[in-house]
């Protein structure tokens, strides 16, 4: 979990190990904004969290795979400074 130099950093180990990376702004800003690392995720955001889940394990089998759109409530959208932005 991190922003700016850390989600840099993170995204170069994935690539280091060949870990499948997905660029999801608007949701990795909601569980970035509403929760913490160790803290179990919004029960607003499962269905999302699902979406991309099932798409990575897809891919990880060599499935043909499309990503589903990711919808969240609007109370769960925020710019990249934490403002809510969807309301």
């Known amino acids: 979990m991190g922003k700016d130099l850390i989600a840099k950093r993170i995204k170069e180990e994935a690539k280091l190990h060949d870990k499948i990376t997905i660029e999801s702004p608007v949701l990795a800003r909601a569980l970035y904004f509403t929760g913490g690392i160790g803290q179990?995720?919004?029960e607003q955001l499962y269905t999302a969290v699902a979406?991309?889940?099932?798409?990575v394990y897809q891919l990880e089998r060599g499935q043909d795979a499309e990503l589903q759109d990711i919808d969240l409530p609007k109370d769960y959208i925020f710019d990249e400074n934490g403002k809510n932005i969807g309301k």
């Open 40 to 42: 179990a995720i919004s």
């Open 51 to 55: 979406a991309i889940l099932a798409y």
